[in-house]
């Protein structure tokens, strides 16, 4: 009798620790549970983006950079086009000269017509190492003056930078794949001082630039290349000087 006492004493010792065993395991798998779910990093929200930071940024106040600007209010436009059109406007009001600096490259096709119908403007366009490509649907640049023989339009080309790397192309149109001057007339005029004017083409005449009548067209500097038309594969104009 005491030999099975004492057996069922060492029975029930054995199931206590065999019980606190397992009672320490469970508490430490607990633990480590814990800790990793704790160290985890935290999940981004579905959809964020570098790109949504820069979304951000802007909704939050901060101006993006523009394609050009006006050098006279030094006002940045988000397009070349804008730029021409804020030109236009002072223009047409007390100012005789703009200039349009080009702040980054830009893949459009632009005009400015009509302008006031008495005076002479210049309008200068600093191409400053930036390209501006054409979409292929007209040529890249289309300035077309008042028909008003007191009205004469001075059209300037140059290139700034010291890369002198700023360039014209991409054009495609029946007459100036690059630059047309339409409804030109005596006292109008056109002058490249620079800019590389390259893959313009016209199915006409003036694969780069196209002069209509009288005006004419100054060239001091600047590259053509690789520009094609039916006639003057670079220029087409009743005048170059």
């Known amino acids: 009798m005491k030999r099975i006492n004492k057996l069922l004493a060492l029975l029930l010792c054995a199931a206590v620790i065999f019980s606190t065993i ?3 395991g469970f508490a430490s798998e607990t633990e480590t549970a814990d800790t990793s779910e704790l160290t985890q990093p935290e999940a981004e929200p579905a959809g964020a983006s570098e790109n949504d930071a820069l979304k951000v940024e802007e909704a939050g106040g901060e101006t993006a950079p523009g394609v050009a600007k006006l050098a006279s209010t030094g006002e940045e436009f988000k397009t070349l086009q804008a730029a021409f059109d804020a030109a236009k406007t002072a223009l047409e009001g007390d100012s005789d000269a703009e200039k349009i600096v080009l702040l980054d490259n830009t893949t459009e096709c632009v005009k400015l017509s009509w302008l006031r119908s008495n005076g002479s ?4 366009i600093d191409l400053n190492g930036y390209t501006v490509t054409g979409d292929g649907t007209s040529s890249v640049m289309t300035f077309s003056g008042a028909t008003n ?19 014209v192309t991409g054009g495609s149109a ?9 409804n030109a007339k005596n006292g109008d005029s056109l002058t490249i001082n620079g800019g590389n004017f390259y893959g313009n083409t016209a199915t006409s005449s003036g694969g780069a630039i196209y002069c209509a009548t009288l005006a004419p067209i100054t060239i001091n500097g600047g590259n053509f290349y690789n520009n094609t038309a039916k006639s003057g594969g670079a220029i087409s104009a009743y005048k170059v000087i």
Do not use: F
């Open 121 to 124: 403007m210049t309008l200068t």
């Open 149 to 167: 023989t007191n009205n004469y339009l001075h059209i300037v080309i140059e290139d700034s930078s010291e890369s002198k790397t700023g360039s």
């Open 174 to 182: 029946a007459t100036g794949g690059a630059i047309r001057m339409d």
């Open 22 to 24: 397992l009672v320490q």
